[in-house]
């Protein structure tokens, strides 16, 4: 059941700026969150979100994560003049105070707070918390970034206490390195941080050597960090989706998190001034969209960065109509990552491939995973004969076609595309009952090559005796939402019903576990297949070697 997106906003948290001259600065303005919370009501969204109030964080909330001396000095400045203030700011760096920032960050933090309880308490499925000043930046004991106090470190911290979760799953999207929020999990295993962030071999600010791939977390927190180091410009929405089906996904679920926070920043779509990059607001949408099945659906995005206003606006309500459940926009004409974004992925890969058994390749074949991709002329030609309206492909043609192709095993090359094809995929496993072989290969495999497609529609066919167990098939039948729009038709037994109708209804499948190293023999079969076939479709690549 869909208990509702949560949308958090007080209109307090856009009175404050920058006084004085400070060009690192002068991209932080209230703006931002005006012209966002704006289009959310203009497009109709902000009516369909669960509106929460905002409360002012706590002393004790803000010691989760500060130190006592540093909220002392931060309490001080409501009553600094301007060149108090000025002064004060001078010991950190690209942040700037006001006196009314000090309530602003109150309010932020509390804000997300609002949010996580709401989510834990099952008020509400996810949401969004509007806010500013950004997070992820503060230390323990020094603001950083525009960020006061730590927003999405503290919230972190604040649901392990309050309702005993065991771990948390932190997302930071935005095109900076959240150091902050990495210092203050790097030995805790309970907290896996990933984050992607402009780096171009540390000449891009915050500029630190503890934001490259190799820097995993330390002690019990070992491969609990990752780091995605974007060293171009530029970067598009293939480069992306592929650290998501190669990286973050495969980890996500072998993880298995009870909570997923998003550090929102929005400074990594195109237009921003920070970023540089390319990608296009929809692609928040996928983002959104591919998170939203782990945790059971408990999803807490709050904002970070994002500083051209017009593209901040658009990639928010892009968020929002994916957290309501809306189908994602077709990801339009990608062509798969380019090779400094690849060279990124390998390091990652490979620096976390001892703690993370998804990212392991060993083993002999087992289970083949048939995939066939037939036009709808192909369709018509050979199995839709007596159809009378030519253009119909009615669902007793499908079920016909779908009888016939059982038999023929069809490896997909690129010739075998037209436009408007349809995407038919079977499982056909010998026993495969194992839960994390399927999901890498969903995630691994079949997701980038279903994004590469962009097909018009999705035909899910349920194999009789897969061995595919509901949860498992809710998943598939969620994350595969995330194409055509949406448009998805399944074909199954009666005995998977109820499941699949209430992942096609929109709610979160429910969570795998964690997830064991897969058998051997599957994960070659994926990779056999992924090997075989990444000629063709970039999106399968992991590494710049064409035969690696
Ligand atoms: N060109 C201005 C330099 C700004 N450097 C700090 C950026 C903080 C982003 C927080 S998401
Ligand atoms: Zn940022």
């Known amino acids: 059941v869909n208990m509702g997106t949560a949308l958090i906003y007080d209109e307090e948290m856009t009175r404050y700026k920058l006084l004085w001259v400070d060009p690192a600065c002068k991209i932080e303005v209230p703006e931002r969150l005006v012209v966002s919370y704006g289009a959310l009501v203009e497009n109709g969204l902000a009516d369909r979100c669960v509106s929460i109030p905002v409360r002012e964080a706590t002393d004790a909330d803000i010691l989760l994560v500060h130190s006592e001396e540093y909220l002392e000095a931060v ?75 730590n927003n999405v470190a503290i919230a972190a911290q604040y649901v392990k206490q309050k309702y005993g979760v065991k771990r948390v799953l932190i997302v930071d999207w935005d095109i900076h390195h959240g150091q902050g929020v990495q210092y203050s999990f790097e030995d805790d295993p309970s907290v896996l941080y990933f984050s992607w962030h402009r780096y171009e071999h540390q000449k891009f600010w915050p500029n630190l050597r503890e934001s490259d791939f190799d820097v995993v977390g330390k002690e019990k927190g070992a491969g609990s960090t990752i780091n995605v180091p974007w060293n171009k410009v530029k970067m598009q929405n293939s480069d992306y989706l592929s650290i998501f089906f190669h990286v973050l996904l495969p980890v996500a679920y072998e993880f298995s998190p009870d909570l997923v926070l998003v550090c929102a920043g929005f400074d990594s779509a195109i237009g921003d001034p920070e970023g540089e990059m390319c990608a296009t607001p929809d692609i928040f949408a996928h983002l959104t969209h591919l998170l939203m099945n782990l945790a059971g659906g408990k999803l807490c995005a709050v904002l970070e960065g994002g500083y051209n206003l017009k593209s901040l606006a658009q990639s928010v309500c892009q968020t929002v109509h994916s957290l309501l459940g809306d189908p994602a926009p077709r990801p339009a004409n990608l062509e798969g990552p380019c090779n400094s974004a690849l060279e990124s992925l390998q390091c990652v890969r490979s620096a976390h491939r001892k703690y993370w058994s998804c990212l392991k390749h060993a083993g002999s074949l087992k289970y083949t995973l048939i995939v066939n991709v037939l036009s709808f002329s192909t369709i018509r030609e050979n199995f839709i004969k007596d159809a009378d309206d030519k253009d119909a492909v009615t669902l007793s043609s499908l079920i016909a076609l779908v009888d016939k192709m059982e038999k023929n095993e069809v490896v997909l090359t690129r010739d075998l595309l037209y436009s408007n094809l349809f995407f038919y995929i079977s499982v056909l496993s010998q026993g495969c009952s194992d839960a994390s072989g399927f999901i890498q290969a969903v995630l691994g495999l079949l997701l980038p090559l279903g994004y590469e497609y962009d097909p018009s529609l999705v035909l899910l066919v349920q194999t009789p005796g897969s061995g595919i167990c509901d949860s498992v098939w809710q998943q598939l039948t969620g994350l595969l939402q995330g194409l055509a729009q949406g448009h998805i038709l399944v074909l199954m037994q009666r005995t998977c019903i109820d499941p699949t109708c209430s992942s096609l209804l929109g709610d979160a499948a429910p969570s795998l576990g964690q997830l064991h190293a897969a058998p051997p023999e599957d994960v070659e079969a994926v990779e056999n297949l992924r090997q075989r076939l990444k000629a063709d479709w970039k999106l399968l690549q992991t590494t710049d070697e064409p035969d690696d």
């Open 75 to 149: 309490k001080k400045t409501p009553y600094m003049t301007l060149e108090e203030l000025k002064e004060f700011t001078l010991q950190y760096g690209d942040v700037y105070f006001h006196p009314n920032i000090y309530h602003c960050a109150k309010l932020a933090l509390g804000a997300t707070l609002q949010l996580v309880d709401n989510v834990m308490t099952g008020k509400v499925r996810n949401g969004l918390a509007l806010v500013r000043p950004p997070g992820h930046h503060s230390m323990r004991s020094a603001a950083s970034g525009f960020c006061i106090f």
